[in-house]
């Protein structure tokens, strides 16, 4: 079935380092991929998203490439920040209906 | 952007009793709303959709007696853990679309949450 893998955290970074979260996913469509971002003890904002290949969603200084051939989203940040840390879920939806499957979710911690 | 709010944010109940929580579009209208359950450090598990006016479709192995979800209004959805237990405490999470704004998007506007403790 459809399905969404990322990679396991919890990661650990200095502020400033480089941000790369994996994410792959099985899809028998073309579904629309997302990053949606968690803080502590909220609910989920959508970070970016991309709906067809090789679209690029950006936002906040994040980024991700809709990878048609490697069925791959991955998250890049240039340079994290404190106020990055928060766990990063990777999804897609558009595969019949409106239901979004969700990858485990990817917890950052950003040290200062 | 468009806005879902979820009451209350938190609750705590005793065994046994029944909890109603509230999912609102603010400033959109929504026929399809869905609720998921997150645990501690997991990701979300979509319980249900709920559909504006008809049954809501339940995911498969979820108690649709235990979980009663009404969507009596464009704007409104409730869920309502009826003989609540401790193995229900949770975070439960809403979220719609914009249909009109969004189109055929498939982006979803989460609300904040709701804490559920049953003790």
């Known amino acids: 079935g459809d399905s969404v893998t990322q990679m396991e955290g919890p990661v650990t970074l200095s502020e400033e380092a480089f941000l790369t979260i994996n994410c792959t996913y099985t899809?028998?469509?073309?579904?629309?991929l997302f990053w949606y971002v968690q803080y502590p003890g909220e609910g989920l904002q959508l970070l970016l998203k991309?709906?067809?290949?090789?679209d690029k969603g950006s936002n906040k200084g994040f980024e991700a490439t809709y990878r048609k051939e490697t069925t791959s989203f991955h998250l890049e940040k240039g340079s994290v920040q404190v106020s990055d840390s928060a766990v990063y879920f990777c999804?897609?939806?558009?595969?019949?209906?409106?239901?979004?499957?969700f990858g485990a979710g990817t917890r950052l911690f950003v040290k200062a | 952007g468009a806005v879902v709010s979820q009451h209350p944010s938190w609750v705590i109940c005793k065994s046994g009793t029944s909890v109603k929580i509230e999912c609102r579009s603010l400033?959109?209208?929504?026929?399809?709303m869905f609720w998921y359950r997150q645990f501690p450090k997991q990701s979300l598990m979509l319980m249900a959709t709920?559909?504006?006016?008809?049954?809501?479709?339940?995911e498969q192995g979820v108690e649709k007696d235990k979980f009663l979800i009404n969507h009596a209004s464009l704007t409104l959805s409730t869920l309502t853990v009826t003989s609540a237990h401790p193995e229900d405490s949770s975070f439960y999470i809403c979220?719609?679309?914009?249909?009109?704004?969004?189109?055929?998007?498939?982006?979803?506007?989460f609300g904040p949450g709701t804490r559920l403790t049953v003790t």
């Open positions: 979220s719609a679309r914009d249909e009109v704004a969004g189109g055929l998007s498939y982006e979803q506007y």
């Open positions: 999804a897609l939806s558009g595969l019949g209906g409106f239901k979004t499957i």
């Open positions: 899809a028998t469509g073309y579904p629309s």
């Open positions: 991309a709906t067809k290949a090789d």
């Open positions: 709920s559909n504006e006016g008809s049954k809501a479709t339940y």
């Open positions: 400033d959109f209208q929504a026929t399809t």
